[in-house]
């Protein structure tokens, strides 16, 4: 008996920004388009594109304004609510937005960053800031309509730790929460030493030594000043690779000048495909302070790279790793002694770091685009199914 092929659907999908240096949200809405545009019929609809795709179809909605943010927010979502109410199967919006049956959660919500944990006076004072402020009513208000399920609405969430902050902050969207990672193209695996070499002169890196990697837009956010600050504690011959938005490298100076290692650390800029830094690197350390999943740990293990990483209250990828066996867990990723203590652990001990290397690779290889696509696209069927359609 013959199977009948899957429908082909007309999928739009919302991104303000469409661009693979802008970030691990912006690089995960792109890998499931380019996986799932064998497929289906795709549609971008952003303000900022660098990409180029066989099949994809981009809109480019208009920037009229970059200030205030949460006025640029409501614009595009009623821009793109005009442009995407009829003619389209699915609507996956990976933005603030109160229309599209499918909702992908990248960040921890302004409700839960604003509310949760306060009560009594503190409670109310922090409502007497939000009723004064037109930018936190916007976004609340936003977030309010995005997560009404009523109609059948999926909500996706990037990491199983997502799961508890939605249940505190919108508990009637606990039934329509879905996982899908973020996932990787390949397993290249460990670079050879010739690849090493032409990748750190491809990139302007000394050829001698031990590069420790850092990738990141946001640098504080992800840890950076507590790696400047345990740089100094390691072995003269290491140095530290920092991929990330330039323009975060003058808000660190203080860090960089108290630290003496301006000459140890190499400011890479915002790199198109970071995989020629992987293959440059000895290690990835990602002391972040909060992190929905991280896809930087993931790539970097495809690569072979062992890694030092916040553990999972900070860093939702973590949840899903065995310390000490796929990577190294930080308890407190601003404490640098810990994270010098970790670094000299990966550079110096042979056998644990071997043990990393195999057991990234082994992670990485069960967490493909492939077959992470085929989970995002189960859910845009099941959205088609849905009685209610959340476009007008």
Not at 159 to 171: D, H, I, L, N, R
Not at 248 to 258: C, G, H, R, T, V
Not at 290 to 301: G, I, P, R, Y
Not at 382 to 389: D, E, G, L, P, Y
Request: aromatic fraction near 8%; charge should be positive.
């Amino acid at each position: 008996m013959s199977t009948a092929a899957p429908q082909r659907l007309r999928i739009a999908v919302l991104n303000r920004t469409f661009k693979p240096t802008a970030g691990g949200a912006e690089r995960y809405s792109i890998a499931l388009v380019e996986q799932l545009a064998q497929r289906h019929e795709i549609h971008v609809f952003a303000q900022q594109i660098d990409h180029q795709w066989p099949g994809v179809h981009y809109h480019r909605i208009p920037l009229p304004f970059t200030r205030p943010r949460w006025l640029n927010q409501l614009w595009f979502a009623l821009a793109t609510w005009w442009q995407t109410r009829r003619g389209f199967d699915v609507v996956h919006s990976h933005e603030n937005t109160w229309h599209g049956q499918v909702q992908t959660v990248h960040v921890v919500p302004v409700t839960y960053s604003l509310l949760h944990g306060l009560s009594g006076a503190s409670l109310a004072l922090r409502w007497l800031k939000i009723v004064t402020s037109p930018r936190l009513l916007a976004y609340l208000a936003l977030e309010r309509a995005r997560y009404n399920v009523a109609g059948g609405r999926c909500i996706v969430l990037a990491s199983s730790t997502q799961e508890s902050v939605m249940a505190a902050s919108f508990p009637q969207c606990v039934s329509a929460c879905e996982v899908v990672t973020p996932g990787v193209g390949a397993v290249p695996g460990r670079s050879t030493p010739d690849q090493r070499l032409a990748a750190r002169s491809q990139l302007g890196l000394p050829q001698l030594g031990r590069c420790v990697l850092f990738v990141g837009n946001d640098f504080r956010k992800k840890g950076l000043p507590a790696l400047i600050a345990a740089l100094v504690d390691l072995p003269d011959d290491v140095f530290v690779a920092v991929v990330g938005n330039a323009a975060q490298k003058a808000l660190i100076q203080q860090e960089l000048s108290a630290s003496g290692q301006r000459a140890r650390i190499f400011f890479l800029g915002a790199l198109p495909a970071v995989d020629v830094a992987y293959q440059a690197a000895d290690c990835l350390a990602h002391p972040t302070l909060a992190d929905t999943f991280a896809m930087v740990v993931l790539e970097a293990m495809a690569h072979g790279l062992p890694v030092v990483v916040s553990s999972a209250s900070h860093c939702g990828i973590s949840a899903s790793l065995s310390a000490d066996v796929d990577a190294l867990l930080l308890t407190d990723p601003s404490d640098s002694a810990s994270l010098q203590t970790a670094l000299e652990r990966v550079l110096e001990e042979g056998t644990l770091t071997q043990c990393l290397r195999m057991q990234g690779l082994r992670f990485a290889r069960q967490h493909l685009w492939s077959e992470i696509a085929l989970q995002q696209e189960a859910i845009y069927y099941k959205a088609t199914a849905n009685s209610v359609f959340f476009g007008g």
